[in-house]
């Protein structure tokens, strides 16, 4: 039977962010708002008797006209700057090129172009979905060549490989989820990360729970092994001025979303029984995880981040 962990999964501490960082979510857009126009209005001022009485009246209108107009700009300042304001300050914030587009149809936003791939030479309906008589043959058929792999357990690291990922994305640390991701997926977190720096910005992912996980497809060729789990996750999502911390894109307001998150190892590795990559270990010589830029161990120098040795994240996926 599929294993799926029903029970709500919390990030230790209770729902928080993550040191003030925060997404999945990717690179954001500014909600545009429009202005209205100028024009005259008459305030019954003078004129002949009842001068007093007009002024009265003038100054009510006057003082419920200021009301609104602070009430007006309020409600602006929370919902974020219009579009061309937010391209304007990444203009002069240093960054190089346009700001990160905010992509409302997928989870947390993050465009296709930064959400990895599959490793060279994968079958191309490896990661899909599948019914839960064909999850569990095909998890049988990992078993056959890899008797230690155990489904539950698979599932426990992935989910502390999730949270890995969005505490790296919130703190603009992409060294640390170089210990998940394989090169390419990796390779374009860092960017991501980096345009968000340029812009001045960070996104947040206050109380980020996972509510389930569960794997809703597997597979192994000649080539690798294959295992696709769901994170249905709940989460505030929005991003901030890094200088002065004033949302500038989203809300505090904490929304579910889902994503399915591929895992991809070569069909030649075996679990380890002290663990690997997800449990903090090289999976080559069993040392401490300790991995430089380009995924090679610093005991073993081997290039453990390839998917060679052990299971890697290489691919992030929009669920329904």
């Given at each position: 039977?599929?294993?799926?962990?029903?029970a709500?999964l919390?990030?230790?501490?209770?729902?928080?962010?993550f040191?003030g960082?925060?997404?999945?979510?990717?690179?954001?857009?500014?909600?545009g708002?429009g202005?209205?126009?100028?024009?005259?209005?008459?305030?019954?001022?003078?004129?002949?008797?009842?001068?007093?009485?007009?002024?009265?009246?003038?100054?009510?209108?006057?003082?419920?006209?200021?009301a609104?107009?602070v009430?007006l700009?309020?409600?602006?300042?929370?919902?974020?700057?219009?579009?061309?304001?937010?391209?304007?300050?990444?203009?002069?914030?240093?960054?190089?090129?346009a700001p990160?587009?905010?992509?409302?149809?997928?989870?947390?936003?993050?465009?296709?172009?930064?959400?990895?791939?599959?490793?060279?030479?994968?079958?191309a309906?490896?990661?899909?979905?599948?019914?839960?008589?064909?999850?569990?043959?095909?998890?049988?058929?990992?078993?056959?060549?890899?008797?230690?792999?155990?489904d539950?357990?698979?599932l426990?690291?992935t989910?502390?490989?999730?949270?890995?990922?969005?505490?790296?994305?919130?703190?603009?640390?992409?060294?640390?989820?170089?210990?998940?991701m394989?090169?390419?997926?990796?390779?374009?977190?860092?960017?991501?990360?980096?345009?968000?720096?340029?812009?001045?910005?960070?996104n947040?992912?206050?109380?980020?729970?996972?509510?389930?996980?569960?794997?809703?497809?597997?597979?192994?060729?000649q080539?690798?092994?294959?295992?696709?789990?769901?994170?249905?996750?709940?989460?505030?999502?929005?991003d901030?001025?890094?200088?002065n911390?004033?949302?500038?894109?989203?809300?505090?307001?904490?929304?579910?979303?889902?994503?399915?998150?591929?895992?991809?190892?070569s069909?030649?590795?075996?679990?380890?029984?002290?663990?690997?990559?997800?449990s903090?270990?090289c999976?080559?010589c069993?040392?401490?995880?300790?991995?430089?830029?380009?995924?090679?161990?610093?005991?073993?120098?081997?290039?453990?981040m390839?998917?060679?040795?052990?299971?890697?994240?290489?691919?992030?996926?929009?669920a329904?």
């Amino acid at each position: 039977m599929v294993t799926g962990l029903s029970a709500l999964l919390a990030r230790a501490g209770g729902g928080q962010n993550f040191g003030g960082g925060g997404g999945g979510g990717g690179g954001r857009g500014f909600s545009g708002g429009g202005g209205g126009g100028g024009g005259f209005f008459f305030l019954p001022i003078g004129g002949g008797g009842g001068g007093g009485a007009g002024i009265l009246v003038a100054l009510i209108i006057l003082v419920a006209l200021i009301a609104v107009g602070v009430m007006l700009m309020r409600a602006w300042m929370r919902t974020g700057r219009p579009a061309a304001a937010g391209a304007s300050a990444a203009a002069t914030s240093g960054g190089s090129g346009a700001p990160v587009e905010y992509d409302d149809t997928r989870p947390i936003g993050v465009p296709e172009r930064f959400r990895g791939q599959t490793l060279d030479g994968s079958d191309a309906g490896a990661a899909g979905a599948m019914g839960e008589t064909s999850v569990q043959a095909a998890l049988d058929q990992i078993r056959a060549h890899d008797p230690a792999f155990d489904d539950a357990a698979f599932l426990s690291q992935t989910q502390k490989a999730f949270f890995v990922v969005e505490q790296a994305w919130s703190e603009l640390k992409p060294d640390m989820s170089r210990r998940v991701m394989a090169d390419a997926l990796w390779q374009q977190h860092r960017v991501q990360i980096e345009q968000y720096r340029d812009q001045g910005r960070r996104n947040l992912l206050d109380s980020l729970s996972v509510g389930d996980a569960t794997i809703i497809g597997a597979h192994t060729d000649q080539s690798y092994d294959t295992v696709t789990v769901r994170f249905l996750a709940a989460s505030a999502d929005y991003d901030v001025d890094s200088g002065n911390g004033r949302v500038v894109r989203g809300d505090r307001t904490v929304r579910q979303w889902t994503e399915d998150w591929i895992f991809q190892r070569s069909s030649e590795a075996t679990t380890k029984a002290d663990g690997g990559t997800m449990s903090d270990h090289c999976p080559n010589c069993g040392a401490p995880l300790d991995v430089d830029l380009a995924g090679v161990c610093s005991y073993c120098k081997a290039p453990i981040m390839s998917g060679k040795y052990d299971w890697v994240l290489t691919r992030i996926e929009q669920a329904g």
